[in-house]
């Protein structure tokens, strides 16, 4: 990934936030029929190993685990807040006019090696570990226990495990870091009135140079 020195991020934390609050990966891998791409949620477990392991699942009925060779190389691109950026929201236009669009965005690629896992103790782990990630912001968090057992069970025998050691991890966030003050704020001040949830989480990252980007729920 080309990645400006001004864009390049090698915050572990941050990068371990922008897993947790957006986890599907764009999972990619290269088989004999070519270029596979499936798009599963996975969980960063930072402790594991010398960079941390990615874990997930899939179903048992996709292909994808017959089709790769047991540690090959993978890669999973996950995408965090991405909006595009008007030239008409920067007071420097006023001034001197030279300005374009440009997309802002934060994104991490993962590089490793994966391995499919079929052990059902491993699933269930996996399991309960991606679903608490999820539901803990829930004012009544749902758990895999809330499910009858021996429907869990069933389902349980359907899905293979994913894990993917990590080598490498590169990181980008476009957040208009090549930008004076002034028009980073009056960027923000754009992206508010956007409104959409993507355009506030970018104001938020602007305002804390990366190191914040999330939108509550509104509980009301």
């Not at 079929?118 to 829930?138: M, R």
Request: glycine share 4%; with cysteine; aromatic share 8%.
């Amino acid at each position: 990934m080309h990645t400006p020195k001004p864009f390049e991020v090698n915050d572990a934390q941050a990068i371990k936030t922008l897993i947790a609050e957006h986890p599907l990966a764009t999972w990619i891998n290269y088989s004999e029929r070519g270029i596979v791409i499936n798009h599963i949620p996975f969980v960063f477990h930072s402790n594991v190993g010398d960079q941390g392991v990615l874990r997930g699942h899939i179903a048992k009925a996709n292909s994808v685990w017959h089709d790769l060779e047991e540690e090959c190389l993978t890669a999973a691109v996950f995408q965090g807040p991405q909006t595009y950026i008007s030239p008409s929201w920067y007071v420097s236009k006023a001034e001197h006019g030279k300005v374009v669009p440009t997309w802002n965005y934060m994104v991490v690629h993962v590089h490793g090696q994966q391995r499919f896992i079929t052990d059902p103790k491993w699933i269930l782990e996996q399991l309960n570990s991606l679903t608490d990630q999820q539901e803990k912001t829930h004012l009544q968090p749902w758990n895999v226990a809330d499910a009858p057992e021996t429907y869990t069970q069933r389902l349980l025998k359907g899905i293979v495990g994913v894990e993917i050691t990590i080598t490498k991890i590169d990181a980008t966030w476009k957040t208009s870091q090549n930008k004076s003050k002034q028009d980073q704020q009056s960027v923000i001040r754009a992206l508010q009135s956007v409104g959409s949830d993507q355009a506030k989480e970018m104001a938020i990252a602007i305002k804390t140079n990366g190191q914040k980007f999330k939108v509550l729920p509104n509980r009301n």
